[in-house]
């Protein structure tokens, strides 16, 4: 996957003239994505706070981004990294939306 297939997964949503801005990102399809381009994979600790900014104008308010996401509890040395670039990404005022992955029969 190149940018463009990253990109349909990042979506922004704002009111009139994008002056009132949401990001949501879904943290296991952008992951994968850079993971599959070999060239992008140095952007596993994407910052979404400095990313929504550059598409959007001065006077635009940022008013939520949020990260979807879910821990891998079957590896703990992968839930810990996972944690580590949560509280990064929480430090720079993203919220993280918590799921859970289905579990095989």
Known sequence: MGPKSLWAWVYFFGGQAMSRIVCFADGFNVYHALLGAPKYAKYKWLSYARLVKCFVLPKDEIIEILH????????PAKVARH???IAALQS????IVHGEFKRKD
């Open 92 to 95: 720079t005022g993203v919220k």
């Open 83 to 85: 944690k580590i670039y």
């Open 68 to 75: 979807f996401t879910a821990l891998a509890t079957w590896s």
